[in-house]
């Protein structure tokens, strides 16, 4: 606010804050012109704490199965969580980078491993390609392709599981 005081704008600034609250939104910005050099600029925003919501749905999804399983089931409901978060899987290939992931070398060429495919260590199972950059994407074990958790062409992030090699 510059050279004169507005008695309005503190409530202004309070019912910005309740449109914030009533609407669920985080953020709002507002500029008022008063005339020339004379203009209030409002920011209001609200704290999300993302890493809490995300803690608290955790530990619910995981309750779940094992509240409903019995002592003798205990292994299949370890085995269902596997099967749920690929990538705490032990044998999960997962992403070194961010980048697209391609199955094959090039478009109407063979895959370099789908499943059910005999793999060796070191062997290509896909390409990412990062700025521009193809990087060979190796097998870390030799096994069997299990499951391709990647499309061809699809973008990936830093730690996603591609494949399962068991």
Known sequence: MAKN?????????KA???VLKSND???LEVMREYGQDDSLNVRVSKQVN???QTVATAPAAVAAPVAG???AAAAPAA???????????PG???SPMVGTCYLQAEPGTPAFAAVGDKVTEGQTLLIIEAMKTMNHIPAPK?????RVLVEDGTPVEFGAPLMIVE
């Open 92 to 94: 999960a290939v997962v």
């Open 69 to 71: 399983a019995v002592p």
């Open 25 to 27: 939104l985080t953020e």
């Open 5 to 13: 005081s507005h008695d309005g704008d503190v409530a202004f600034v």
């Open 142 to 146: 030799s096994g069997t392709v299990k």
């Open 50 to 52: 993302v890493v809490q």
């Open 16 to 18: 910005l804050a309740e």
């Open 79 to 89: 085995a269902a969580s596997n099967d749920e978060d690929p990538a705490q899987h």
